[in-house]
């Protein structure tokens, strides 16, 4: 405990640097709220060092139980911490919506309960786009390279691939290696994102503020509208690009970048079938859309389909139109590709691409053996036997994963939600998906709901963003014994 302590102290003060952005854009543009940053980036570096000053004397190497400790206490932690500079600014934001709104931008979910984006100063606009950013990092290298070390979230299958020497017993600065593969590769996609949308037309803050969100597949905006605001094809294209390169695996990015090659890419079966739900889906519903004569002509429909359905399927939460108001079947439709169709390894949220293609595999060899009972059938994926293991530890997740959405949707029917609401609430905030439907559509926000229901929206967020069984477990009986 301890241990973890001293970690998360220094992990608190390196988290009080990271308002040098926005109190350097505050002053660049003079909007007034310099202070709120340089008083919440004192108390973040003080009481980090001071954490971990206390505890120095009980650092040592951290054991994988250790690991989902401080996975998420550190999640935790620094929403809370990222929801002070919210407070400051905004003084009518109760601690519960501060805490949500930070949650919901380290978690890339883009959920908002503000209002009048468009007029918050320009520092706050960036902060929580840079909460979207750094939460966009920290879920890849948590995913590539942590997990597969604590033994859970489905990318054992990946690890040979995985750039960088990774241990499979303990935490140790070997795995920096990784993380600096993918900080690269991260860094470098994010520079290209933001030009592309300068290029495209926004100004230099709107492009930082969306390439932030895009490159971390979250929804937050700095207009009430979205990216409907700015009603450019332009835009929308290169957003659409920053969507689909984010919501794939981006260990393939960086052997991509440095053997300057697109094998990485060919021999991912994970990413052909992202490409091919992503491809289907936009014609799908281009076609219900012109069926249904809800735009003038075709090509609005289709313009209108190809964004909103990578945006919705890759988790991102951007919106054009409101699709609510499509015909009931797309909506829902939507929802569900946010539940399958990001990549292990990316920014993105629900069950992942990897999972759905070992259940159907795995329903698949069920069925071969009723006929050959006798028949050893193993589960390949990207031409590799997925170990037994691996199979059990997926159907436990999507057991844990649907179990969870039912408890809190529940919770949200006694809280007084709606159906529609409540289910859709839950399942966007555990897909870390941003808009729901009902009370929480996309053309509202989350402001309407009650503190009880934000607490659980925020819960559904972290179990969502951490895998599960990585904040589950904290809740056995047997973590605690030693």
Known sequence: MLAVAHLLGLMMAFFGLIYLLPIAWS?????????????AGGIN???????????????????????????????????????????????????????????????????TVLSQLDDLPQSIN???????????????????AVLPLLGVGGMQLYKA???????????????????????????AISVLGIMGLRIAGMS??????????????????????????????????????????????????????????????????????????????????????????????????????????ISIATTTGFVT???????????????????ITCSTGSTGGGIKMFRTLLLVRQARRELKQLVHPNAVIPIRIGGQAVPERVVYSVLAFIFLYFGTILVLAFAQLAAGLDLVSAFSSVVSSINNMGPGLGAVGPS???????????????AAMLIGRLEVFTVLVLFTAGFWRK
């Open 126 to 144: 960036i902060w929580r786009h840079t909460l979207h950013w750094l939460g966009g990092i920290g879920i890849i290298v948590l995913v590539v």
């Open 161 to 187: 691939e995985t750039p960088g020497p990774v241990k499979d017993e303990k935490l140790t600065p070997r795995i920096t290696e990784t993380a600096k593969a993918l900080w690269f590769t991260y860094l």
């Open 444 to 458: 509202t926000n989350f402001q309407a709901l009650t503190d009880v229901q934000t607490w659980i929206c925020t």
């Open 321 to 339: 139109e409101d699709y609510e108001k499509w015909p009931a079947f797309l909506p829902m439709w939507l929802i569900f590709l946010s539940c």
């Open 204 to 309: 230099w803050f709107d492009a930082v503020c969306h390439g932030f969100s895009a490159i971390a597949l979250g929804g937050f905006s700095s207009h009430d509208v979205s990216v409907g605001y700015f009603e450019s094809v332009g835009v929308e294209l290169v957003l659409i690009v920053i969507m689909v390169v984010a919501t794939l695996n981006f260990s393939r990015h960086f052997l991509a970048f440095r053997n300057l090659s697109f094998k990485p890419y060919k021999t991912d079966s994970e990413a052909k079938a992202v490409l091919i739900v992503l491809g289907v889906s936009v014609m799908l519903v281009s076609f219900v859309l012109w069926a249904d004569g809800t735009y003038p002509t075709s090509l609005e429909g289709f313009r209108h389909s190809v964004f909103n359905v």
């Open 27 to 39: 002053l660049a543009v003079s909007d007034g709220a310099v202070m709120d940053f340089v008083i």
């Open 45 to 111: 570096i003080v009481a980090g060092l001071l954490i971990a000053g206390l505890t120095k004397r009980f650092r040592r190497e951290l054991k994988p139980r250790d690991g989902f400790l401080l996975v998420t206490s550190a999640w935790v932690l620094m929403s809370a911490s990222a929801a002070i500079p919210l407070m400051i600014a905004l003084p009518d934001l109760s601690f519960t919506d501060a805490y949500f709104e930070a949650m919901s931008g380290l978690t890339t979910t883009g959920s």
